[in-house]
């Protein structure tokens, strides 16, 4: 069961990385109607709640967990997106990025390897948080029988399994799955906080200079 959430976080977090950085590149670096193009869908996915957008799309693709992977990744990309947009915006003119254009170089060269190095540090920050909500969306979509299908362990179909024992004695089995999925998304938030904080530059900037 650890496995399956781990699996899905995993393979969702990439699938939005990689739409996430060439969508907000994209946009961040050529501006002007591929940006407007872009943001346009960007809002649209933003003002659809996660969870029924994951729903529709699963139900589109089918049962299954590979689906719910999918699913997962095409719901998580926006916030990425956003951010390296953000980012590219602001680093776009600086003297390193005319340089490179000067010299001659393809755009493709100067956002992939010297724009998006810069901009990663939010990225990774992002993707932590990203695998928590991964993970329970997986947990939800199983509990409603739309994610992992029998004979495939999901925390979230123990849960629906087991709900009907809440009330008797036995409501143990249905309470230990969920202590399982809040203790491991309390660890995944826990990190990106960490990241966060250990990424954060303005903490260095609020340090008093010495000899002043």
Do not use: C
Not at 107 to 128: D, Q, S, Y
């Amino acid at each position: 069961m650890v496995r399956i959430s781990l699996t899905v976080g995993f393979i969702s977090v990439l699938i939005s990385i990689f739409l996430g950085i060439l969508l907000g590149a994209i946009a961040g670096y050529y501006r002007g109607k591929v940006d407007d193009l872009i943001m346009w869908v960007i809002n649209v996915v933003w003002s659809i709640p996660t969870l029924l957008l994951v729903i529709a799309i699963t139900l589109v693709l089918g049962k299954g967990i590979f689906q719910v992977f999918i699913a997962v990744g095409l719901t998580m990309w926006v916030d990425i997106a956003r951010i390296v947009r953000g980012q590219i915006l602001s680093i776009r003119e600086k003297e390193f990025v005319e340089a490179g254009r000067a010299l001659g170089y393809k755009n493709f060269r100067i956002i992939f390897k010297h724009i998006l190095p810069n901009v990663m540090g939010p990225v990774i920050v992002i993707a932590a948080s990203n695998f928590a909500s991964a993970i329970l969306t997986e947990a939800g979509l199983s509990f409603l029988g739309i994610g992992a299908q029998p004979p495939t362990p999901s925390w979230g179909e123990m849960i629906n399994a087991h709900r009907g024992y809440v009330l008797v004695d036995k409501a143990y089995l249905a309470f230990i799955p969920g202590v399982a999925i809040m203790v491991l998304v309390l660890a995944f938030m826990l990190v990106g906080n960490g990241l966060r904080d250990s990424l954060d530059t303005r903490s260095l900037d609020s340090k008093p200079i010495m000899g002043s």
